[in-house]
T-cell receptor, first 114, second 114 residues
Framework: GQQLNQSPQSMFIQEGEDVSMNCTSS?????WLWYKQDPGEGPVLLIA?????ELTSNGRLTAQFGITRKDSFLNISASIPSDVGIYFC??????????????FGTGTRLTIIP | SQTIHQWPATLVQPVGSPLSLECTVE??????LYWYRQAAGRGLQLLFY??????ISSEVPQNLSASRPQDRQFILSSKKLLLSDSGFYLC?????????????FGEGSWLTVV
């Protein structure tokens, strides 16, 4: 099925650094979601965005719904060891409205270097 | 509050044996239910989607089947497992159509076919 373009695929950073990742699509979306998956567990919802231009924070996390409705980014400030994991974006294309299935990104694997 | 639980958490099965993974949701009624598969280090692949009892949509042709005998119960099955069925299986739910499409995941089930 359709997947979103999520980048980067992986990141290796030092503790304390800021992190930025994004998702883009050729389709217009009416919802953007960001999830984090710890090893061996199910993804957990971090932030949900429902309006173009919306900027939402959750602690050290900030996510934005792009004005064009075709992209979204997630920033993590002052990374800590528990930020390690795989981050997924997900969204519902306008063309898919009424169908509740989400489209997922391919994931960004975050590793913190000691 | 709503909760989702799937079991077993880990399963090692021989090729050709049957499979049954179960998932239940509590604290909500008439949810949409999903089964995803995640190969090691990869993204999420939607396998099945259900909007109601005995209403199942299959997203990809495969060796697996799904059933929803009760409103909040979703079962993933196979009559004869293949090596390629190995992976991390995730059950998920969302609210019914027209009420938002944020998906919430279960803890996941590791299946190793040997």
């Amino acid at each position: 099925g359709q997947q979103l373009n999520q980048s980067p695929q992986s990141m290796f950073i030092q503790e304390g650094e800021d992190v930025s990742m994004n998702c883009t699509s050729s389709s217009i979306f009416n919802t953007w979601l960001w999830y984090k998956q710890d090893p061996g567990e199910g993804p957990v919802l971090l932030i949900a965005l429902y309006k173009a231009g919306e900027l939402t924070s959750n602690g050290r996390l900030t996510a934005q719904f792009g004005i064009t409705r075709k992209d979204s980014f997630l920033n993590i400030s002052a990374s800590i060891p528990s930020d390690v994991g795989i981050y997924f974006c997900a969204g519902q294309p306008i063309s898919n409205f009424g169908n509740e299935k989400l489209t997922f990104g391919t994931g960004t694997r975050l590793t913190i270097i000691p | 509050s709503q909760t989702i639980h799937q079991w077993p958490a880990t399963l090692v099965q021989p090729v050709g044996s049957p499979l049954s993974l179960e998932c239940t949701v509590e604290g909500t009624s008439n949810p949409n239910l999903y089964w995803y598969r995640q190969a090691a280090g990869r993204g999420l692949q939607l396998l099945f989607y259900s909007i109601g009892i005995d209403q199942i949509s299959s997203e990809v042709p495969q060796n697996l089947s799904a059933s929803r005998p009760q409103d909040r119960q979703f079962i993933l099955s196979s009559k004869k497992l293949l090596l390629s069925d190995s992976g991390f299986y995730l059950c998920a739910w969302s609210k019914g159509a027209g009420t938002g499409n944020t998906i919430y995941f279960g803890e996941g089930s590791w299946l190793t076919v040997v």
